[in-house]
């Protein structure tokens, strides 16, 4: 089902679209399976930002840059969590991401993509599966930074491998 290793560029995000979630699902086990990158899974049924926050501390995903007497809010951890991604080697997986609430999904995305245009030696990378992906890239070429050599469309195509089932 899957193409040999080497058509996967784990130096990409990754967005599979197309065909059913059981065979996406496949896909991605299959994938995954032949890749020697840790994978980090977050849950299917995350929809809100503050599942996105609780599934960062579980997993603890986010190294503090200072101690508090208490806990720490949510934009703190998120701060944190964006600064454990630039220097960390993993993979986060988010299955069948058309769930996920809008706002929050694509500020996510723009962070991760913006993310590795800024530092091409970014570790961590993102896979999704969703049931379409022609609306989720049209709205990552609204919201993402352009750079002095690409427009924000060449950031996404630039940023994204696209596997369409």
Known sequence: MIALKKDINFQKHILISGKSESER???????????????????KSMK????????????????????????????????????????????????????MKTPWKLEILRLMINNLEANHQSATKIIITTDDSIELITDLNHIVNKTDYKTKEQVVESNFQIIDL
């Open 25 to 43: 699902h496949l896909f991605l086990n299959e994938m995954l399976n032949h890749s020697d990158i840790e994978a980090i899974f977050f849950p």
């Open 48 to 99: 809100q930002f503050s599942e996105y926050i609780d599934t960062v501390q579980s997993k603890n995903l986010f190294q503090p840059h200072y101690v508090t007497k208490g806990k720490y809010n949510s934009n703190q951890i998120l701060d944190f969590h964006l600064d454990w991604i630039a220097e960390n080697n993993c993979l986060f997986v988010w299955e069948e991401f058309q769930y």
